[in-house]
């Protein structure tokens, strides 16, 4: 008989996406990205971080301020991460797990690589003209979006 009280492929899937947030840097929001194909499989995981070579002490963090003394002009969201770290092969078809709703230009690669489902945790964000923005995007390219049910499992590890 098998065991029971094993978490689920959506648990599963978006506790790595959470995993994968813990490695973002920035104090204020870590978000982590996981694709999965339909034989689910890690396909690349991603969070949001500076780009490779652009070091985490030297390209600010601040929210406010200058556009080039904050962090916006240089962090790489965790999906666009995911998608760019992926080595090889096909991401269509793929589905994506979220850890917040994409914004508007992830929501571009998404759609442009061909990913064709997003599971997300939160979206904070809904009322800001970029995930409305990104939300109609996916509408008119066929790209299904679901918020993620939580189970009320929790799972923990000491390192």
Avoid at 85 to 113: D, H, M, W
Wanted: charged share 25%.
């Amino acid at each position: 008989m098998k065991r029971e009280g094993y978490i689920n492929w959506d648990e599963y899937f978006m506790g790595i996406a959470l995993l994968s947030a813990k490695r973002s840097k920035d104090p204020g929001t870590q978000v982590g990205a996981c694709i999965v194909n339909d034989e689910n499989r890690i396909m690349s995981v991603g969070y949001n971080g500076m780009p490779k070579g652009c070091s985490d002490d030297e390209f600010p963090w601040d929210r406010e301020g200058d556009v080039l003394k904050s962090k916006y002009a240089f962090v790489c969201h965790a999906e666009l991460n995911a998608i760019l770290n992926f080595r090889g092969g096909n991401l269509s078809g793929c589905r994506v797990y979220c850890t917040l709703f994409p914004c508007n230009e992830c929501a571009k690669a998404i759609i442009q690589i061909g990913i064709k489902e997003i599971i997300y945790l939160e979206d904070k964000y809904a009322d800001t003209d970029g995930v409305k923005a990104s939300k109609r995007m996916f509408d008119a390219a066929g790209v299904k979006y679901t918020q993620y049910k939580k189970t009320g499992n929790s799972v923990s590890f000491n390192l």
